[in-house]
């Protein structure tokens, strides 16, 4: 199986920088997925990352060490908007499908 | 406009009724998948169809059913056999499942079993 552990919760201030990390343990890694999801909605892709480094879209940046088992989603110039639930989710073990964890909820106030 | 459909957004059912739940797509994906979503936990994977006439388990089948008679369709039937069919439920699809594709999430349904 594959066992994926992030933070329940996170706040922020409005402008901010915040980093939310991941840490996993799988075997045959094929990639690591972050998802973005508000309240009650379907959840939207935000980054892959199958290589080591840092992966650049706009405010939001994802991390990869595989070595370490560890990622972090990096959001920058917080926006009120960007308060939601930020799921981590891996493929491993020949498989494409992701597994996801149980996300962290990010509360970004004035 | 492409995209995923689920319907209803809401759903209510008594207990030891089955319930389908639709889930349609025109992005033109091979594969299809359902999950479930409850507070606190992650999204859990019930099935996935990779081709038409073809699908597997994933991690939590039991007590669920589904068919894939076409590309664009994967509908989810939740069994009087599921034990807390609460929950909210995802559809999602993507390009061949063996590659690194994104999926693509419909919107939900939130099934209430009273």
């Known amino acids: 199986g594959q066992n994926i552990d992030q933070p329940t919760e996170m706040t922020a201030t409005e402008g901010a920088i915040v980093q939310i990390n991941c840490t996993y343990q799988?075997?045959?890694?094929?990639?690591l997925f972050w998802y973005q999801q508000h309240a009650g909605e379907a959840p939207t892709f935000l980054s892959y990352?199958?290589?080591?480094g840092l992966e650049e879209k706009g405010r939001f940046s994802s991390f990869l060490s595989r070595s370490k088992g560890y990622s972090y989603l990096l959001l920058k110039e917080l926006q009120m908007k960007d308060s939601a639930s930020y799921l981590c989710?891996?493929?491993?073990?020949?498989?494409?499908?992701?597994?996801f964890g149980r996300g962290t909820s990010l509360i970004v106030h004035p | 406009d492409g995209g995923i459909t689920q319907s209803p957004k809401y759903l209510f059912r008594k207990e030891g009724q089955n319930v389908t739940l639709s889930c349609e797509q025109n992005?033109?994906?091979?594969?299809m998948y359902w999950y479930r979503q409850d507070p606190g936990q992650g999204l859990r994977l019930i099935y996935y169809?990779?081709?038409?006439?073809?699908?597997q388990k994933g991690d939590i089948a039991e007590g669920y059913s589904v068919s894939r008679e076409k590309k664009e369709s994967f509908p989810l039937t939740v069994t009087s056999a599921q034990k807390n069919p609460t929950a909210f439920y995802l559809c999602?699809?993507?390009?061949?499942?063996?590659?690194?594709?994104?999926?693509?999430f419909g919107p939900g349904t939130r099934l209430t079993v009273l």
């Open positions: 999602a699809s993507s390009t061949v499942a063996g590659d690194t594709d994104t999926q693509y």
């Open positions: 799988t075997s045959g890694f094929n990639g």
């Open positions: 990352n199958v290589l080591d």
């Open positions: 989710a891996t493929a491993s073990g020949g498989s494409y499908i992701p597994t």
């Open positions: 992005l033109n994906h091979d594969a």
């Open positions: 169809s990779q081709i038409v006439n073809d699908f």
